[in-house]
């Protein structure tokens, strides 16, 4: 798998399997894709952009949640977009790979 995909995915899996709390997740995949500096391609780009709004929109404020149900997220919906993202992400890779 090419690196940029590799990296991306090893920090959803480690969500995903629970190595990563939530915050810690928050923390390394917002510190990474702010000071990405390599070059991706259009999909990458746009499934860890989705990503990137997902845990930028995490809280557990219950206010939060309840007074702006369309933007904010739980911890629970953050996961269940990361595991999707994480499935997407080896189906991106392929097709890298393939052309």
Known sequence: MNPIYAEY???????ISGA???????????RQ???????????????LEDI???ADSFTTDSYL??????????ERQLREKVMQAS?????LAKQ???N
């Open 9 to 15: 995915d090893y920090i959803f899996k480690r969500f």
């Open 20 to 30: 990563l709390n939530t915050r810690e997740f928050q923390v390394d995949f917002l």
């Open 33 to 47: 894709f702010k000071n990405e500096t390599r070059s991706m391609d259009e999909a990458l780009y746009s499934l």
């Open 52 to 54: 990137f709004g997902a």
């Open 65 to 74: 949640l309840e007074a702006e149900p369309d933007f904010y997220i739980t």
């Open 87 to 91: 499935e997407k992400i080896v189906f």
């Open 96 to 98: 890298h790979k393939d």
